[in-house]
Each structure stands twice: as structure tokens, then as C-alpha cells.
T-cell receptor, first 117, second 108 residues
């Protein structure tokens, strides 16, 4: 079974520039998540999709971050304009469903490493 | 709101020694707790969940609702256990909240 795919793996940009990350979840997984992991911290949920609808985006800095999942499969996370504090690993994850039961394991991608200089 | 705390940033043990990673949580509902592990240059992956009451790679974890803890234990650490370990709590809607992580270093 193919895992969660993310690209690019690494990106270095200057502050105030924009960047976009792409994620392809595991086939058949309806729920997709974007997490931000700052160095030395645990992952923090930015946004959660159920198919192409947003379930939770309470921790997404909406003035600069946006995400979409137009066809309910792939997703894109965009940052514009980037700030120094956005330097982090952006993890995409997916699960079969969103219900709170033991069958819904969340699988993570390898992450996209962003450095803002 | 839910919160997960891992008080130790780094645990260094010798091979064959016991290792215990502490995890405390706060959540008003009925919690579902997990341990995730990230080996060097690999993706974050599920190690075990409290519901399964299973032992994975020799690790066990017991949910103590009275102490709001979910500590991870292994009686005899191996070098291949060196990794980052994250405790996580799942709330309604499948939202995972992670602790800050503990780095385990097993020395030969």
C-alpha cells in the first residue's frame, strides 16, 4: 500500500515570499490533515478535511495560510507571505474516516521541510 | 481543550536497561491515547494505542485515568529503540493533539 506522498521535501524561501506544498493521501482515505511541526515541538494540527470539506481549521493562521482539497483527494497548503516563524516541517496525514473508533489510524507523510530566511 | 505533556525532552539509557517515557494529559471527555514513534529519517508512525492493550516491540503503556497518565515502558531497551516518541490524545472528530516529544537514546 502506497503511503502519504508529499512534495516538495525541502524548500528554502525568503520572508514575504510564497510557498505551496502538495499532498496525496492514501487511496480511499476520506480524511486529510495538515500538521505544522516546529523544531523541538510536537506536531500541531493546522487543518482537517473530510472529503473536500473543512472539519477543523481553528489553528490555521488564515491571514497567511490557506489550504484546499478541491476534488476530495489531493490537497495543497499555501503560505503567503511567509514569515521567519513559519520555518517548520509541514506534515500531511490521512485516515480512512473521522469517527472516533479504533479503526481510524492516522498515517503520516514524510513531511515538507520549510526554511524561511 | 485537550493538552498532552511529556516532561522529558531526552532520555538516555544503556542497552538492556529499563526505559519509561512519561505522558500526562488533560481532557474533559473520555480519552483515546496513542504513542507515535519517529525513527531517524523515517516518517511518524503509530507505535501503540491504549484501546488495543497490546505490546509492540516490547513496549507497553497503561492508561491511568486517575493520574491522567499514559506512560510508555520497556523492560530492556535495545539500540534500535533510539528515536523520537510522541504521546498523542485523540478527541472527537479524530483530532490528534501531540505532546512535545521525548528523544530516547540507547547507548551500547
Amino acid at each position: 500500500e502506497a503511503g502519504v506522498a508529499q512534495s516538495p521535501r525541502y524548500k528554502i524561501i525568503e520572508k514575504r515570499q510564497s510557498v505551496a506544498f502538495w499532498c496525496n493521501p492514501i487511496s480511499g482515505h476520506a480524511t486529510l490533515y495538515w500538521y505544522q511541526q516546529i523544531l523541538g515541538q510536537g506536531p500541531k494540527l493546522l487543518i482537517q478535511f473530510q472529503n473536500n470539506g473543512v472539519v477543523d481549521d481553528s489553528q490555521l493562521p488564515k491571514d497567511r495560510f490557506s489550504a484546499e482539497r478541491l476534488k476530495g483527494v489531493d490537497s495543497t497548503l499555501k503560505i503567503q507571505p511567509a514569515k521567519l516563524e513559519d520555518s517548520a516541517v509541514y506534515l500531511c496525514a490521512s485516515s480512512f474516516g473521522s469517527l472516533l473508533n479504533s479503526g481510524n489510524t492516522i498515517y503520516f507523510g514524510e513531511g515538507s521541510w520549510l526554511t524561511v530566511v | 481543550a485537550q493538552r498532552v505533556t511529556q516532561p522529558e525532552k531526552l532520555l538516555s539509557v544503556f542497552k538492556g536497561a529499563p526505559v519509561e517515557l512519561k505522558c500526562n494529559y488533560s481532557y474533559s471527555g473520555s480519552p483515546e491515547l496513542f504513542w507515535y514513534v519517529q525513527y531517524s529519517r523515517q516518517r511518524l508512525q503509530l507505535l501503540l494505542r491504549h484501546i488495543s492493550r497490546e505490546s509492540i516491540k516490547g513496549f507497553t503503556a497503561d492508561l491511568n485515568k486517575g493520574e491522567t497518565s499514559f506512560h510508555l515502558k520497556k523492560p530492556f531497551a535495545q539500540e534500535e529503540d533510539s528515536a523520537m516518541y510522541y504521546c498523542a490524545l485523540r478527541a472527537a472528530g479524530n483530532k490528534l493533539t501531540f505532546g512535545g516529544g521525548t528523544r530516547v537514546l540507547v547507548k551500547p
